[in-house]
């Protein structure tokens, strides 16, 4: 069993936990449950570097990554920096995040929130509209087509928007339909760990236009941007590399300003 089953082993058991201890009304009676979202894919559409910033303490193939930071710290600094959208790991076990980062994130950024998680079933998209989120994660590779379209439809249903994640042909060929923003490459393989930016230029011709494009991991610097934006890309979600500085915000803030001058 590679990492990403385990992890998904682990998320069904978490979820069932959960929903015998929190019931869906309380979720849904949430001061965040009526609120508008703010659209990640227009703010990508509409902006020169297209940053999607992540708060990320730790990771199975890093360890840690960095503790030293509060939330709020991170968030606000990538607010200033101008990141386009946050995207906060709410994975206690394997990435050592939770629900409450995204509910302090939330209440301290005025910018689009991507709840980051393994999401199986409809109850976590109703946790993630219950602390602020704006838009889902779903990963192609753990869910089926049908699973993909129930999960987006009810999403799409509480008025959030949806970032679907593939990471090879086979798996964007099965996710296709028009309950999905955007369409995330993810440069990673979550099976192997490797990274290669040669997977989201082989990709990028099969995403429709429709969609907004996104790389994902492994992208550390301007060059790499620089190399993909010609592909059609405007988003790139970066997370390690922020995070693994003495200064989150301070880093994305240098590297926004790098982006813009040599865009």
Same mark, same amino acid.
């Given at each position: ?6 992890? !998904? &082993? $682990?998320?069904? =058991?978490?979820?069932?936990? +959960? ?7 309380? @979720?849904? *009676?949430? /001061? ?86 393994? !999401? &199986? $079933?409809?109850? =976590?998209?109703?946790?993630? +509209? ?7 994660? @779903?990963? *192609?590779? /753990? ?107 301070? *880093? ?12």
């Amino acid at each position: 069993m590679n990492i990403l089953d385990r992890i !998904i &082993v $682990d998320k069904k =058991q978490e979820v069932v936990l +959960k929903k015998s201890i929190i019931p869906v009304s309380q @979720l849904e *009676a949430s /001061v965040f449950f009526e609120k508008k979202i703010i659209s990640l894919s227009n703010n990508l559409r509409n902006s020169n570097s297209g940053i999607i910033a992540e708060h990320k303490r730790r990771s199975p193939s890093k360890a840690e990554i960095n503790y030293g930071f509060t939330v709020e710290e991170v968030v606000k600094g990538y607010e200033s920096a101008g990141a386009c959208g946050i995207s906060v790991l709410t994975d206690g076990k394997y990435f050592g995040g939770s629900l409450d980062d995204l509910l302090l994130a939330r209440a301290s950024v005025n910018i689009p929130l991507l709840r980051k998680e393994f !999401i &199986v $079933d409809e109850y =976590q998209i109703l946790e993630a +509209k219950a602390h602020g989120a704006d838009l889902i994660l @779903l990963i *192609a590779a /753990v869910l089926t087509r049908e699973e993909i379209k129930s999960l987006s439809e009810f999403a799409k249903s509480l008025g959030l928007e949806v970032l679907l994640e593939v990471h090879n042909q086979e798996e964007l060929e099965k996710s296709i339909m028009p309950t999905l923003d955007m369409i995330g490459v993810n440069n990673r393989n979550l099976k192997t760990f490797e990274v290669s930016l040669d997977f989201s230029k082989q990709l990028a011709d099969l995403i429709p236009n429709e969609f907004v494009k996104v790389s994902e991991s492994g992208i550390s610097s301007v060059e790499a941007i620089n190399e993909l934006k010609p592909y059609g890309y405007k988003g790139f979600l970066i997370g390690e590399n922020f995070m693994k500085t003495a200064n989150a915000g301070k *880093a994305a803030t240098e590297f926004i300003q790098k982006l813009e001058v040599r865009s």
